[in-house]
């Protein structure tokens, strides 16, 4: 595995951690927020960072296979 696909696990994996952290947060506290992304308001829920850890979670599977 060259440098940048491990790079790019390991900044994944933080990532998954964060979501992971965010959602507990979110649904401990039962918090939903209207958050303006570009022209565009979104909800953030709990379930808003868990679709966002399976995405994580996928592109490090995908990097972990040998070309």
Do not use: C, W
């Amino acid at each position: 595995m060259d440098e940048s696909r491990r790079h790019a696990i390991q900044f994944l994996e933080k990532e998954i951690k964060t979501y992971l952290a965010l959602s507990l947060f979110l649904s401990k506290r039962g918090i939903k927020a209207d958050v303006r992304v570009g022209k565009n308001n979104v909800l953030i829920s709990p379930s808003f960072y868990k679709e966002r850890m399976k995405e994580a979670k996928r592109l490090v599977h995908e990097l972990r296979k040998p070309n």
